[in-house]
């Protein structure tokens, strides 16, 4: 694979605390220059971004990141907020206390809800590879497909580890024909990129892409 090709399938990502508008800047003009699939930014970005930029980039953010454990009104307000700010995708985490109470029914829930308020925006799950047993992550499959995701996603990025190809092979394995693997978290070379999309990954999270392209 060519290595711009690489990038139609990378969501930008700058999501640090302390993230400050130049670097904002920097990261939506690389992705307009170089078309990658989004960039991935912090809510409080969003409509200055959207004002900044209107359609040349695709807004995704993040809600109830990254520990999962708002509630799902919280979850819901900063939905509601994200899409009056401009967003177009949403990267939600599970409330991963309740995978591990192995009450299931409650995280599809939680996602269905939040399916239904983003309704045709693209919506990501993360569910936190690093955190659960693979019987856990098997029901997140369930979860994420019953309740109508677009997307299941590994990783915030900031847990104790990221994606691994087991666990890619793993939801290919169990999720539904609609929904669409995001690998994220640890993701720092080209290499790994090309094998996670080869792998039948629509989307890589990585703050390094462009970086490791232009030093190529």
């Given at each position: 694979m060519e290595h711009l090709e690489i990038l139609k399938y990378v969501d930008h990502t700058l999501l640090k605390a302390n993230a400050t508008w130049?670097?904002?800047?920097?990261?939506?003009?690389?992705?307009?220059?170089?078309?990658?699939?989004?960039?991935?930014?912090?809510?409080?970005?969003?409509?200055?971004?959207?004002d900044a930029y209107g359609e040349k980039v695709n807004i995704c953010t993040v809600v109830g990141f990254p520990l999962g454990y708002s509630t799902t009104g919280a979850k819901v307000a900063e939905c509601v907020q994200a899409l009056n700010d401009g967003v177009?995708?949403?990267?939600?985490?599970?409330?991963?206390?309740?995978?591990?109470?192995?009450?299931?029914?409650?995280?599809?829930?939680?996602?269905?809800?939040?399916?239904?308020?983003?309704?045709?925006h693209i919506l990501k799950v993360i569910v936190e590879t690093c955190y659960l047993a693979k019987e856990e992550k098997i029901?997140?499959?369930?979860?994420?497909?019953?309740?109508?995701?677009?997307?299941?996603?590994?990783?915030?990025?900031?847990?104790?580890?990221?994606?691994?190809?087991?666990?890619?092979?793993l939801f290919k394995k169990y999720i539904g024909n609609n929904v669409k693997i995001k690998a994220s978290g640890g993701i720092r070379s080209l290499e790994d990129m090309e094998a996670f999309i080869d792998a039948g990954c629509s989307r890589i999270g990585t703050s390094s892409a462009v970086k490791l392209i232009n030093n190529a």
């Amino acid at each position: 694979m060519e290595h711009l090709e690489i990038l139609k399938y990378v969501d930008h990502t700058l999501l640090k605390a302390n993230a400050t508008w130049e670097e904002i800047c920097t990261l939506c003009d690389e992705a307009v220059k170089y078309h990658t699939a989004s960039v991935c930014v912090p809510p409080n970005y969003v409509k200055r971004i959207h004002d900044a930029y209107g359609e040349k980039v695709n807004i995704c953010t993040v809600v109830g990141f990254p520990l999962g454990y708002s509630t799902t009104g919280a979850k819901v307000a900063e939905c509601v907020q994200a899409l009056n700010d401009g967003v177009n995708e949403i990267d939600m985490v599970i409330n991963i206390s309740d995978v591990k109470n192995k009450d299931y029914k409650k995280v599809e829930d939680e996602i269905r809800t939040i399916k239904e308020t983003v309704g045709e925006h693209i919506l990501k799950v993360i569910v936190e590879t690093c955190y659960l047993a693979k019987e856990e992550k098997i029901e997140m499959c369930h979860a994420v497909t019953c309740a109508g995701a677009d997307y299941i996603k590994t990783s915030t990025g900031f847990g104790t580890g990221g994606a691994t190809m087991e666990d890619i092979q793993l939801f290919k394995k169990y999720i539904g024909n609609n929904v669409k693997i995001k690998a994220s978290g640890g993701i720092r070379s080209l290499e790994d990129m090309e094998a996670f999309i080869d792998a039948g990954c629509s989307r890589i999270g990585t703050s390094s892409a462009v970086k490791l392209i232009n030093n190529a």
